[in-house]
């Protein structure tokens, strides 16, 4: 560890050879251009839609000491993350995404070997969901690093068009999640007690030396999954209303609420925190899995025969079964939109609770 020598940066490298360099880094990990996707280098990305389906389109920035801190968090989870948060999107509409565009906001101090590993995070997933990476933008930031990504996906084939919508929930369908609550705010949670705030490194390795009992929270938080082929099976299966669950249960689900004009109430009892997560977070675990945000699980509304027909198709692809957690009820006439049914069967209403990005 004697290596004195200053790690180049940006600033040092220029806008052009940067540009070469993650595209290369891009390469490395085998996220190619498709035959009918050019890839990095027009003015603009063309992209060839597939006959029959519709186009969606999402974008979402990821802002350093807004959406993520550098102390903790290695670059190749950022770029990981900086998509999968994207693909969360495109999965919710019940879409196949197909490219992305990424837009860097520099300071010029970045490290090159970080950026390098940040596309690496990133292509490594856009490759296994089969999403070219299509071009993009390089700005100065005078402040604070940004990304910025935009994804365009389409209907999957089979689906006629069909997407998944937050506007479709009907009193009496069963809501349900596509996987456990909590872990990912349970592992900020741990990573802000750790005092790694305190620390200043753009070193990954920081990230591990939680590893153990909490890595399974820092997983979740740092590499969520995109629930992708959760998204087609839910169309598949005939299901209209979902959403992924970015900002917390509650107030996501009051997203849904006030799309489809109906109420919810959610069983405590039926909520999939893990054993070991309501262990080593006894006063907190409810709160973590129900405002925690950044679950990135799909929650969605059906039909108890719809459900049903879903059960069976997960089983056979191997997917994790839904976790049935409540049920669509009529608008009431006044109050809030949600209630939450204690184990002792006590009722409480849910007051607002969706994260406010100017408010939280
Ligand atoms: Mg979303």
Not at 225 to 242: C, D, N, Q, S
């Amino acid at each position: 560890m004697n290596d004195e020598r200053p790690a180049q940066t940006v600033a040092t490298l220029g806008e052009f050879a940067l540009i070469d360099r993650l595209a290369g880094a891009l390469a490395e990990v085998g996220a190619a251009a498709a035959p009918d996707l050019p890839g990095i280098g027009d003015d603009a990305a063309i992209w060839t839609p597939t006959p029959g389906t519709r186009a969606v389109v999402t974008t979402d920035s990821l802002i350093a000491g807004i959406h993520f801190q550098l102390d903790w968090t290695g670059w190749r989870d950022l770029g990981h993350k900086a998509l999968a948060v994207n693909l969360s999107d495109v999965a919710a509409m019940g879409a196949r995404p197909r490219l992305a565009t990424v837009s860097l906001a520099l300071t010029g101090g970045e490290p090159l070997d970080g950026l390098l590993e940040l596309y690496r995070g990133l292509g490594l997933l856009a490759a296994r969901h089969g999403v070219t990476v299509a071009g993009g933008d390089i700005v100065a930031s005078p402040e604070r690093l940004g990304l910025h990504l935009t994804v365009i996906g389409e209907s999957w084939p089979e689906a006629d068009g069909r997407l998944l919508t937050r506007d479709a929930a009907r009193p009496g369908d069963l809501l349900a999640t596509s996987g456990p609550l909590g872990l990912s705010a349970a592992g900020l949670k741990l990573l802000i007690e750790s005092g790694r705030v305190a620390h200043s490194s753009h070193d990954s390795r920081l990230i591990y030396t939680l590893q153990g009992t909490t890595h399974d929270y820092l997983a979740a938080h740092h590499r969520p999954e995109p629930r992708i082929a959760y998204g087609r099976a839910l169309v598949a299966a005939g299901v209209r209303a979902a959403m992924d669950l970015s900002d917390g249960l509650f107030g996501d689900l009051a997203k849904i609420c006030a799309r489809s004009n109906v109420g919810a109430r959610i069983d405590e009892a039926a909520l999939p925190v893990p054993a070991s997560l309501r262990a080593r977070f006894p006063a907190d675990w409810l709160a973590l899995a129900t405002r925690g945000g950044e679950d990135y699980e799909l929650l969605f509304a059906a039909p108890r025969v719809a459900l049903d027909q879903l059960r069976a198709r997960y089983a056979a692809q191997g997917l994790p079964a839904p976790a049935l957690i409540g049920e669509v009820l009529p608008m009431p006439t006044d109050g809030s939109p949600i209630t939450l049914r204690h184990t002792d069967g006590s009722e409480e209403a849910i007051g607002g609770g969706a994260f406010d990005h100017f408010r939280g």
